[in-house]
């Protein structure tokens, strides 16, 4: 899976996690062997994703999309969120 972040320059320590799940219950993340996810067109998709700080951190998610390379800027790409 690929990610695109943004940080800045500071002092402490975090972990950033981000899984895909199988269902709706999230309770079954899939794992590095069964990637790439294949899905079809209208399929539902199940995310999560959070930080562990040190620090007083909150994250959300503005825009994510599926493209077929690990560029976010290739074509074609599909859009799972706008807007945030």
């Known amino acids: 899976m690929y990610l695109k972040y943004y940080f800045s320059v500071g002092f402490g320590d ?18 590095n062997g069964e990637f790439p996810v294949e899905v079809t ?3 539902y998709l199940y995310f999560e994703y959070s930080v562990n700080s040190s620090a007083d951190l909150t994250i959300f998610a ?9 560029s976010f ?7 799972i969120l706008e807007n945030g």
Do not use: G, I, R, W
Not at 24 to 31: L, N, V
Not at 62 to 70: G, L, M, Y
Not at 73 to 79: D, G, L, Q
């Open 62 to 70: 503005v825009t994510c999309k599926a493209t077929p390379e690990a």
């Open 41 to 43: 067109l209208n399929d």
């Open 14 to 31: 975090l972990t950033f996690t981000f899984d895909a799940h199988k269902t709706s219950s999230y309770s079954e993340p899939y794992t």
């Open 73 to 79: 800027y290739s074509s074609p790409h599909y859009s």
